[in-house]
């Protein structure tokens, strides 16, 4: 039996990323396992809200199945993303994977508190960070049940 | 200076669950995969909130660093449990896996309401279950910045 939504939909995944040379790595990563993904890019806190709220240039954007968030950016921060988003009754069922290069244990811990669903730090190695990404997809895309798309929109 | 609860502190590991198949099957699929998982069970939802509360014979239970919770419990339902967890300012940082047979829609969106970390479905498989416990095992005790044992004791 065939789920709606299920296996052949392309899966929206947010990265909300200031660094291209990170952009670029995720992407590649992504392509090399998972053809059905489309990465979905914002530079800064303030253009990932404008995304998920469909302002301006993005009034068509998709609701992503699931955002990818830095914590360190420019114009909003992802802290200030992360409470904006968890805070708001359409988007909070949104997985928040946390993606960055802080390692420390405050963070961590501010991360969970403001609900992230999980937190990685991104190794400084380039294969680690590829088989970081290969590893969200396999967990986050292929195991994991998301929400529907279709809820709320 | 002891090197107890250095680096080598076992990972505390809260599996509810009421079906002892299902648990027999978790306990020997993470013994497989790492050696330095405690795995404690509770059987119903009143067990599990005894256990965080270290309540009667529980006063000396450790903080669980992640929790495996079933959806159907007796006594307490376990969307009561996530809900419990997740407003009680000590407990909420704790991540939340719901590992469950439901594959119901219904059930997905509302576990991520309640603030459930993510949300897995049981496969009826056997060997696929395994795979499932190992991806567990592999992607949140290994990957993931998890919160920091021992805080707010």
Request: with cysteine; aromatic share 4%; charged share 25%.
């Amino acid at each position: 039996m065939q789920v709606i939504g299920g296996s052949g939909m392309p899966i929206e995944v947010l990265l909300v990323e200031d660094s291209p040379g990170d952009v670029r790595l995720t992407r590649e990563a992504f392509s090399e396992v998972n053809s059905s993904i489309h990465l979905h890019v914002a530079a800064d806190g303030l253009e990932a809200m404008a995304f998920l709220r469909r302002e301006g240039v993005h009034a068509r954007a998709p609701r992503p199945s699931i955002i990818l968030l830095d914590l360190n950016l420019p114009k909003m921060d992802g802290r200030e993303v992360l409470a904006q988003i968890k805070a708001d009754s359409n988007l909070k069922t949104i997985p928040i994977v946390i993606l960055t290069t802080s390692n420390s244990q405050v963070d961590v811990e501010r991360g969970y508190q403001l609900q992230a669903n999980c937190y990685l730090s991104k190794p400084v190695q380039l294969d680690a960070f590829e088989s970081l990404v290969k590893s969200i997809n396999d967990f986050w895309l292929t195991k994991v049940k998301l929400p529907s798309h279709r809820q709320l929109a | 200076m002891k090197a107890i609860g250095s680096k080598d502190a076992p990972t505390e590991i809260l599996l509810v669950e009421d079906s002892p198949g299902d648990v027999r099957l978790t306990q020997e699929a993470f013994r497989d995969a790492n050696q330095s998982i405690h795995l404690h069970v509770a059987s119903d939802g009143v067990e599990a909130m005894a256990f965080l509360r270290r309540e009667g014979v529980h006063a000396r239970a450790p903080r669980p660093d992640i929790i495996l919770l079933d959806l159907n419990l007796p006594k307490m339902d376990g969307r009561e449990v996530l809900a419990h967890i997740k407003g009680d300012e000590n407990l909420k940082t704790i991540p939340i896996v719901i590992l469950t047979t439901s594959e119901a829609e219904v059930d997905i969106v509302k576990s991520y309401q309640l603030r459930a970390n993510c949300y897995l479905s049981k496969p009826v498989q056997l060997d696929e279950f395994e795979r499932l416990v190992k991806s567990i095992n592999s992607f949140w005790l290994t990957d993931v910045k998890l919160p920091q044992q021992g805080q707010n004791k």
